[in-house]
Every structure is written in C-alpha cells, then in structure tokens.
C-alpha cells in the first residue's frame, strides 16, 4: 500500500534538496534544511527545526519545538517529546567557531526521548530506550534502558511496547511485557527480547 505525498504546511520551510519520504507531514512554522535526509512516515510538529547534517529513518515522531542539529542520526521509529534538546557542541563559547568539532549523536530504533529532555552529544542511545520527562543524557545509554533524572542515571528497563519491565538492574533474570507477554531476558547487563537471546 503506497502512503500518501509529503504534507508541508504553508507556514512550514523546506529547503531544495531536502529529501522528505512519501507520507511525512511538516507543521507549522517548521524548518527542514537541505542537506537533511528523512525516511516514510515522519512527522514534524510546529516549531521544528531539521539541520543539514541529520538523518532521519522512518515512522519517526517529533513534537512540537524540537531543533535537531547537525551530527545527529535517529533511527527508525524515533520518539522525540515536546522541546527536547540536542546539542552538537561538547563545549560552546560565542566566540570560538567550534563547528569543526562537532560530535555525532545517534538515536538508535525505536527509543523515546521525553518531553524537555537533554541529549548531550557525541553519545548514543540504545534501542527502545525510554529517557524520562526532564533528564539531561550525558553517557551512552543501553538497549531497552529506562533512564531519569539530571544528570539521568538508569531505573530500569522498558518493552518495546513502552512498559516498564519488573527486572533488576543487574544480574541474570526474565520478565515479560505487562501488556504485551512479550518475554525479556537480562543477562550480563543487557537486556533483551527472549528471541534474540
């Protein structure tokens, strides 16, 4: 089934060469640069802003007031909340040009990034993790992790369905999804569906 053409709100800038997959929808007063590169099915809410070095996979959701700056990568079926935060530069002063030195940030598949998070670059977040409301990310997160606080630090663990998992932090166990009955399973650290284990 083919999916409907790219959707541009009459408010919205979408630069030439900006390449935007069948079926993305841009809203309000958005701005998506050229040199971006944006799978199927994504949508863009008001006051978004796509910078030129960023790749963006498919079925991927930013809120409202999100700016995705260069060197950064999110993959497949991204979550970005209301006006999280990404940065490209570790150290920024206003008056050293710095742009050289940006560090690349990757969102891996399936992760959410909750409302007025912080993203600090050059780190990367794992598959299906959940960053809570307000944490500030400043280290590479694990797949499945659910990650709160400034800085964040890890609580737990989510499904792929985006509920909480009743594991330890650590050690060897399984549980499953509480609404799903998908089956999980922690060994050594790492988390993971039972089919991959």
């Not at 670059?121 to 598959?127: D, H, L, N, P, V």
């Not at 998908?182 to 569906?193: I, K, N, Q, S």
């Amino acid at each position: 089934m083919s999916m409907p053409a790219v959707e541009v709100h009459a408010s919205a800038i979408v630069d030439a060469g900006a390449k935007l997959g069948e079926g993305c929808r841009v809203w309000h007063f958005s701005h998506i640069c050229a040199g971006a590169r944006i799978g199927r099915g994504c949508s863009f809410g008001q006051g978004v802003f796509v910078g030129n070095d960023v790749v963006i996979g498919d079925g991927v959701k930013v809120q409202n007031n999100v700016s995705i700056y260069d060197a950064v990568t999110l993959e497949d079926e991204v979550f970005c909340g209301p006006s999280m935060v990404f940065t490209n530069v570790f150290n920024p002063r206003a008056a050293v040009v710095r742009k050289a030195e940006y560090r690349r940030t990757q969102v891996r598949r399936g992760a959410t990034l909750g409302a007025n998070s912080t993203i600090v670059c050059g780190i990367t977040i794992g598959r299906y993790a959940f960053v809570g409301a307000g944490a500030v990310v400043t280290h590479d997160v694990p797949d499945f992790a659910l990650m709160v606080g400034v800085p964040a630090r890890q609580v737990g663990w989510m499904s792929r369905h985006g509920e909480r998992l009743m594991l330890p932090l650590e050690g060897n166990a399984e549980a499953a999804c509480p609404e799903t009955g998908e089956r999980y399973v922690l060994r050594d650290g790492c988390c993971r569906p039972a089919e991959e284990a």
